[in-house]
């Protein structure tokens, strides 16, 4: 059995798994660019550019986006699943976390970019509940 698909590192409670690591560290292809996706009902993932309309289908179009605090991280969502509820919205489907440099132009994430989007999760990550039913959410504002 092959435990490198298992281990974790773990820091300050934030775990990455190390399929992630191993594609941000050096598993890139050439050229690729490579974001993180995360929906309610898929884990945090690894994407590259060619696969975000599938996560996303609205993906650098009609998408959203905010800033991550202190970072040049953009977390882009469709905007038609937001819940707005007592003054604050939260994102209720799935979202692709980008990275862009000083001209707008996309590039791939880090290592370190993957640890402070899992930071910001452990702080906006809600449960809401709606008739028995669990909905996970990112709150953003």
Not at 105 to 133: G, P, W
Request: hydrophobic share 45%; charged share 20%.
């Amino acid at each position: 059995m092959n435990n490198t698909a298992t281990r974790m590192i773990r820091s300050e409670e934030i775990t990455i798994d190390m399929r992630i690591c191993t594609i941000l560290a050096g598993g890139k292809k050439p050229g690729e660019v490579y974001f993180a996706a995360i929906a309610p009902d898929m884990e945090l993932t690894v994407i590259t550019l060619d696969e975000a309309p599938d996560i996303l289908p609205c993906f650098d179009e009609s998408d959203a986006s905010i800033h991550l605090p202190d970072t040049s991280l953009l977390l882009c969502y469709n905007p038609a699943q937001v819940l707005k509820m007592a003054g604050k919205r939260y994102l209720t489907g799935p979202v692709i976390l980008v990275r862009t440099n000083m001209d707008g132009n996309f590039i791939s994430l880090t290592i370190d970019d993957v640890y402070r989007f899992q930071k910001f999760l452990a702080s906006h990550s809600v449960t809401l509940m709606a008739d028995d039913q669990k909905l996970p959410c990112i709150c953003i504002v």
